[in-house]
């Protein structure tokens, strides 16, 4: 078992309920590596008790070797859009490494659907921000199969949040049409997004802490279920009483629209990449592969799949529905004064989901 855990990534929107979820009942103390420790979220997450802040980046190693001293855990979840993909490649090597050094017992890789192999190297999948993790947490896998002696390890393996959906700046931002429809114009098909909960991240990391036996060597893959667009505006329709719809557009329209991530098409994905190095990926490239995997994927029966069975077993109590997320949102909106989930939709009201687009896509590496 392991009390102490240092987390890279931890003011994300990934990381919040992670870090919220190992400290609810004081059972873990977890250390933050943040490159701002005044910062709204590093302080949201320092009053929660049994958290630390340390000021550093991922990218460097005195910082990650202070942060992993006298710790026993980690978690480390590296901004790939910060990185880009090259670069991510090799701070989860040395990060992986360096924990080895420090004697860490237990080493949790957040990770992403390798879509690139799982599409049999298709190009049409290439996604950098999806690929540059799923082949670094193979990586992470085989090289414990060699190093478990010494330390423990194990993927955790995400996917697009339910909350982009509703979200500012993100690849299915929503619009209110003239007429009051809601609408997701998006290149789905019939395809379906393995769309994930935040609030169940603090529940599964949590599960990989306390069952290092069964856990070890695992890439536990998460989703709330394959989302198809059709679905998505039904329930947002019953939830909110109001008009829904998704329409299904080809690529070329959506990257014309300009709407929500389009905006940003031709820039470099990993905002702090060299967009003249040939392994950088545009916007536009990184989100066709994105998009292509997920229209490939309708049923659980394509691409990327998941395994919900035992998912229910880790955690009982999941969101298994875009349905009961809807429900539980508006509640939760409404009780922290956002507002309903009409009233978030709105251009004015609608708000970033992702810590990128709260700071702008900007900030060092």
């Known amino acids: 078992m392991v009390h102490k855990i240092f987390i890279v990534g931890g003011t994300g929107a990934q990381g919040m309920p992670i870090v919220k979820s190992l400290v609810s009942d004081k059972k873990y103390h977890c250390r933050i590596l943040t490159r701002d420790t005044t910062s709204p979220r590093a302080q949201e997450l320092l009053a929660l008790g049994n ?56 080493f949790v890789y957040g990770n992403l659907d390798y879509g690139y192999q799982l599409g049999g190297y298709d190009p049409k999948y290439r996604c950098g921000h999806y690929d ?8 992470v896998l085989f090289q414990n199969q060699k190093n478990q002696g010494r330390m423990h390890a194990a993927l955790f393996t995400t996917g697009p949040y339910i909350d982009m959906v509703i979200g500012q700046r993100t690849p299915m931002m929503p619009y209110v049409d003239a007429d009051g429809v809601v609408t997701w114009a998006v290149p789905l098909g019939q395809g379906a997004v393995p769309h994930v909960c935040l609030q169940d991240c603090g529940v599964y990391v949590r599960w990989l802490f306390e069952n290092p036996d069964e856990a070890n060597g695992i890439n536990l893959e998460v989703a709330i279920e394959h989302v198809a667009y059709e679905e998505l505006a039904r329930a947002f329709e019953k939830v909110s009483g109001h008009p829904a719809r998704f329409v299904d557009v080809d690529l070329d329209t959506y990257w014309g629209s300009k709407r929500g991530i389009a905006a940003t098409a031709d820039r470099v994905s990993g905002y702090n990449s060299d967009a003249k190095d040939a392994a950088a990926m545009t916007v536009r490239q990184n989100f066709t592969g994105f998009w292509n995997l997920w229209k490939n994927s309708g049923g659980n029966k394509g691409v990327v799949r998941r395994d919900y069975a035992l998912l229910d077993r880790i955690h009982p ?49």
């Not at 880009?84 to 990060?95: F, L, M, N, Q, S």
């Open 317 to 365: 109590n999941r969101v298994r529905s875009v349905e009961e997320w809807f429900r539980q949102e508006e509640e939760r909106g409404l009780a922290a004064g956002k507002g309903s989930l009409w009233e978030r939709v709105q251009e004015e009201n609608i708000r970033p989901v992702l810590k990128i687009a709260e700071d702008g896509f900007k900030g060092r590496l």
């Open 51 to 106: 958290v630390e802040l340390v000021s550093g980046t991922f990218a460097n190693e005195s910082d990650l070797r202070n942060g992993y001293r006298g710790c026993d855990g980690a978690f480390v979840n590296i901004d790939g859009f910060n990185t880009g993909e090259k670069t991510e490649t090799y701070w989860a090597i040395r990060a992986y490494e360096l924990a080895l050094e420090e004697e860490i017992k237990f």
């Open 132 to 139: 540059g993790k799923g082949r670094m947490g193979e990586w």
